[in-house]
């Protein structure tokens, strides 16, 4: 039988069932669901959410919702019913409850590109014991400084390499993908780093699309893009396995897995797949960041012009213009660091994050049964003026005067709770020796108007465009 018609059938059978299943699911439970709508059978309210999500300014979607039904509300999103809030406390419970009431529960497309020993997806004792060697082997390489040394060194040399007019956002993926690699393997930028970087490009390319290989054209490259980088990062891991052996010692996160007592045990399934979640979670994310850094910074001269002199004053105290940063530097940006909070707060790189019920939860007086899909918006409490004085203008000073005042559990653009980011650090690190390069060596003007969106990733539609001058 012709595959595309028994994907037809499973499709129309599900699209029949789906309307029906959500009714048994919600008679269970019919008066103690947060209010909120459903949208159409199927495809719920996900198209107005990717719409709004695709402008520079999706808070509508939320604002009409919340204003009808409150922080917590119901709809239908990418394929199930979903308990959606924007309440700081509720987000913050459900990221501390990881294990206990809630589970990781990412959308099919996402989870089935990362494989199932990806950190993202990984629960229980094997992913506490993963999520702290990663935390700790990251804080560690920046403390003793041979991480900061590193990035200084690719980002001078990358900068090198600009012609007149770039496109920032691909650069700064070139930047951040090569610093990753550099963590994890020790590998530096070659020939074998540029073409696993293009494998990984088809994999985030496939992240939303629908998750049926047949139908979907990125989806179907994503998955083939998925399988080579497995092939390939399965031979480095072998590799490195026969020259331990030999005695030969790396300080990577692979040396630390290897090394640690049950290195042996682990299957090289799950070491590549837990390399794999490191560079898909750290790539976009902390490229976009670091883009969109300079594009608020270019919007706001005197912010831009605060910072400049920031690092010009660092720059200053060195030796020569080619010694490169050392930690106490980085602890020394206040206002460097202002401006990436604010940039974190105002682009919501990630805007929020799914779990599922592990039992029938309370939530604000609602019961939440076993099994629902919930997404805590992170965004929700970043835009919201009760919070953020004029919340959706970026004001790097507010980290001057408010940062006492903002209660801990509002400013989460890392998450929190066993999730919480392990690269939060790394990536902060990251953009600080980015932007001390960027201003004490370059100018620039945006090369055409550009804006920013939020779907797929957050970052610009045009991939920022500018033209850069050495000074
Ligand atoms: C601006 C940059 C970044 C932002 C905004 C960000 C944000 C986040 C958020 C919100 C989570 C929590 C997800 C959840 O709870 O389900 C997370 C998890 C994660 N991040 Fe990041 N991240 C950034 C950079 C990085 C970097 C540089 C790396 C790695 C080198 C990284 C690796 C990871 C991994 C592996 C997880 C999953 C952790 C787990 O589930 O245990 N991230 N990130």
Redesign the pocket.
């Known amino acids: 039988m012709d595959l595309s018609f028994v994907v037809m059938v499973t499709f129309f059978i599900s699209l029949l069932s789906i309307p029906f299943l959500f009714f048994t699911l919600y008679r269970r439970h019919p008066n103690t669901l947060p209010p909120g709508q459903m949208g159409l059978p199927f495809i719920g309210e996900t198209l107005q959410l990717i719409s709004a999500f695709k402008t520079e300014n999706p808070e509508p979607f939320t604002d009409d919702r919340v204003s009808r039904f409150g922080s917590i509300f119901m709809t239908h999103i990418f394929g199930e019913p979903t308990i959606y809030s924007v309440d700081s406390e509720v987000n913050r419970f459900i990221?501390n409850n990881e294990g206990k009431l809630f589970e990781?529960s990412y959308p099919s497309m996402i989870s089935n590109l990362h494989g199932k020993y990806s950190?993202?997806i990984m629960k229980g004792s094997l992913?506490k014991k993963m999520?702290s060697l990663?935390v700790n082997f990251?804080k560690s390489a920046l403390t003793r400084g041979q991480l900061l040394l590193h990035m200084d060194t690719l980002m001078r040399s990358y900068m090198d390499s600009w012609s007149p007019k770039i496109l920032l956002m691909e650069e700064t993926k070139k930047i951040t993908f090569a610093l990753?690699v550099k963590?994890l393997l020790s590998s530096d930028p070659c020939e074998w780093t540029e073409s696993l970087r293009q494998e990984f490009l088809l994999i985030a390319e496939g992240f939303w699309s629908i998750p049926i290989p047949s139908i979907s054209i990125s989806y179907n490259r994503a998955i083939k893009a998925k399988e080579k980088v497995v092939e390939s990062l399965s031979l480095v891991v072998e590799e490195r396995r026969r020259a331990m052996e030999e005695g030969e010692r790396k300080n990577d996160v692979l040396g630390a897995i290897l090394d640690e007592k049950a290195g042996n045990e682990h299957s090289n399934e799950m070491i590549v797949d837990l390399l794999v979640?490191?560079l898909l979670?750290?790539y976009e994310?902390?490229s976009s960041?670091m883009t969109l850094s300079v594009k608020f910074l270019t919007e706001n001269p005197r912010a831009l012009s605060e910072l400049k002199e920031e690092q010009d004053k660092i720059r200053a105290q060195k030796g020569d213009d080619n010694e490169p940063l050392v930690w106490n530097d980085y602890k020394s940006m206040p206002f460097t660091q202002c401006v990436i909070s604010e940039t974190?707060r105002v682009s919501n790189?990630?805007g929020g994050?799914f779990r599922r019920t592990l039992s029938d939860v309370q939530l604000n007086g609602y019961t939440i049964p076993k099994g629902w899909k919930i997404f805590a918006a992170?965004r929700g409490p970043h835009m919201n003026d009760e919070y953020f004085k004029d919340a959706r203008t970026f004001n790097p000073w507010r980290w001057q005067s408010d940062a006492e005042k903002t209660p801990a559990n509002v400013f989460i653009?890392?998450?929190g709770g066993?999730?919480?980011?392990?690269?939060?650090e790394?990536?902060r690190v990251s953009i600080s020796v980015f932007l001390h390069h960027l201003v004490t060596n370059y100018s620039w003007e945006p090369a055409e108007k550009d804006k920013v969106v939020f779907f797929p990733f957050t970052g610009t539609q045009k991939r920022y465009p500018i033209y850069v001058k050495r000074n």
């Open positions: 990221l990781c950190l993202l992913h999520h990663t990251i990753t963590l979640s490191l979670a750290g994310t902390t960041a974190l790189i990630v994050i992170l653009p890392f998450g066993p999730r919480l980011c392990p690269g939060y790394l990536s």
